[in-house]
């Protein structure tokens, strides 16, 4: 797996559809800690369902008897049922904003050869999404949606201190700016094969909103 990384808002949609739709992966799991079975190890409850922040942060991680071979079985599990044949690539992309975050330590646990893909979108900007998007950050205080943006970074950071050299960091306003290099440098990273032709993505308006939009003749701009 190259797991894409980041606070929801900062990027993880479009950097995960980029690659998808230019490079050939052998699946795309979108959103996979949300989508995962509620009986799996990996699964976490929409955003929407938690009554504060902190219960909501607490529960981004994964509880303290989880192993890393479950997480390996259970993420198995995932990748298998979204793959299609032909297989064209060893390599799924995993995204998951938020939750990752704080995982990264046992997901490397459980893939030794993964990599880790983060992208971080200038903190005012993403904040000021978090709020207006989604409820449970609009209605707590300003301090403490800041806290959650420093301190599921700060996890992040240092778990993967221990494997610095699987990780590759870009920006949103460098991915934005600089799509093509950038996108071809992280492929470059991963191992991706280009594809002959680009997946056809349906339509999505540029109006904002959550997820990814602004497809236009089937092509992310």
């Not at 902190?54 to 993420?75: C, G, K, N, T």
């Not at 290099?181 to 680009?198: M, P, S, W, Y």
Request: proline share 5%; glycine share 6%.
């Amino acid at each position: 797996p190259a797991f894409i990384c980041g606070v929801a808002g900062s990027g993880t949609t479009l950097l995960a559809g980029l690659l998808h739709q230019r490079y050939e992966v052998a699946a795309n799991a979108r959103e996979s800690a949300r989508w995962a079975p509620q009986h799996s190890v990996l699964h976490i409850r929409p955003i929407a369902d938690y009554p504060d922040l902190p219960e909501y942060f607490e529960h981004l991680f994964f509880a303290r008897d989880v192993s890393a071979q479950e997480v390996r079985e259970e993420s198995l599990r995932l990748y298998r049922g979204l793959s299609r044949w032909p297989k064209l690539s060893n390599v799924v992309l995993d995204k998951a904003p938020n939750t990752h975050l704080v995982r990264a330590g046992t997901f490397h646990a459980a893939f030794p050869e993964s990599t880790f893909l983060l992208i971080v979108r200038d903190p005012v900007s993403n904040i000021e999404g978090l709020r207006r998007k989604w409820p449970l950050f609009g209605e707590e205080k300003l301090t403490q949606v800041c806290t959650f943006w420093n301190d599921v970074h700060r996890v992040f950071m240092a778990d993967i201190a221990r494997f610095a050299s699987s990780v590759k960091i870009t920006t949103y306003e460098w991915l934005v700016q600089n799509t093509d290099a950038t996108v071809a440098d992280i492929a470059g990273f991963v191992g991706l094969r280009e594809r002959k032709d680009l997946l056809a993505y349906q339509d999505i308006g540029s109006a904002p909103g959550k997820g990814l939009r602004n497809v236009d003749h089937s092509e992310i701009q």
